[in-house]
């Protein structure tokens, strides 16, 4: 992404004030966590392309910072979880999601999913089982609706360890899906091993996807593999006509990306599925 050595040059044009430092973030992230409304969770359509509707949806959070306007997750997250904040923000991104939740259901849309993603260190957390049960109860929510995504890379620390607690997780009800797969070169063998329910083939394959070799390729053996496997496959960053079609074709049906939607506020959310899934 041409980022800077912390992952922040590449965001400056968007920060409006020019010389916020780490520090001046740091210290600012604690007092949107305090005060919790200067985050947005923001919605971003999973579409059946046979179907052409939309089955689920993923979660993606906004910082509305009081100067500098929007900041990416992909700056601010990685300094909450070095900071320990996610744990705020997360617990606050789990109450959203289930409130989203119920407010589909209310609306007749009950049958669509929500994906939440947590930050690989939140899984050594003895209170992660809880802290998920406290909003599904809050909000009376099915676990089966709930979808946490895990990064591939989580899955390559401590394997034992993870395979226990992914299973935990599961036995909950909740589903769990492996996000950004693909591109960390994990064993495929350790897949069958974790009782996970999707996996979400990386953007980055789908950028490539022109001509029918390089990604293409590799596309096709994950499509396999998944379906070896029973699991679940959802393909993100669509952008084009064309790559919908490839992906058809290589018999993937579930798709994300700019091509359908971008992530959208709730109050757009509600019209998008009103058109989209108008039966
Ligand atoms: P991710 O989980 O891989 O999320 C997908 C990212 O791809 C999102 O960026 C989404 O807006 C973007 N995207 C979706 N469709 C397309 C497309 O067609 N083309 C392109 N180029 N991009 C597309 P976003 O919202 O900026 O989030 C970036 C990352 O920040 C996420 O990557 C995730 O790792 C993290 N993140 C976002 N929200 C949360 C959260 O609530 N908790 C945690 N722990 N991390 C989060
Ligand atoms: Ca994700
Ligand atoms: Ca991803
Ligand atoms: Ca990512």
Not at 128 to 142: G, K, S
Not at 178 to 203: A, M, P
Request: with cysteine.
């Amino acid at each position: 992404k041409g980022q800077g050595k912390n992952g922040y040059t590449a965001f400056q044009p968007h920060m409006h004030t020019a010389n916020l430092d780490r520090l001046s973030v740091e210290n600012d992230l604690r007092k949107a966590v305090k005060e919790g409304n200067q985050f947005e969770l923001h919605f971003q359509p999973q579409i059946d392309a046979d179907l052409g509707k939309v089955v689920g949806l993923e979660a993606l959070i906004r910082w509305n910072h009081p100067r500098a306007g929007m900041i990416s997750p992909d700056v601010f997250i990685p300094i909450a979880e070095e900071t320990g904040l996610i744990i705020a923000i997360s617990d606050w991104v789990l109450r959203e999601a289930c409130a989203q939740l119920a407010h589909l259901k209310q609306h007749g849309f009950g049958e669509i999913r929500l994906g939440v993603n947590l930050s690989p260190r939140e899984f050594d957390r003895v209170d992660l089982l809880e802290r998920i049960r406290i909003p599904l109860d809050e909000f009376r929510i099915a676990p089966e609706s709930l979808e946490i995504e895990i990064t591939e890379s989580l899955l390559m620390k401590d394997v034992e360890n993870i395979v226990a607690r992914v299973k935990r997780l599961r036995s909950t009800g909740v589903h769990i899906s492996i996000d950004d797969f693909g591109t960390r070169y994990s064993s495929l063998n350790y897949l069958r091993r974790f009782s996970v329910n999707r996996i979400k083939i990386d953007q980055s394959f789908v950028r490539d996807l022109r001509t029918p070799h390089d990604s293409f390729a590799i596309i096709q053996a994950i499509v396999g593999i998944a379906r070896n496997f029973n699991l679940h496959v959802i393909v993100e960053g669509v952008e084009t006509e064309q790559q919908v079609a490839i992906l058809k074709q290589l018999g993937c049906n579930e798709m994300q990306g700019y091509f359908f939607s971008r992530p959208l506020p709730s109050a757009k959310l509600m019209d998008f599925l009103k058109l989209a899934n108008r039966s």
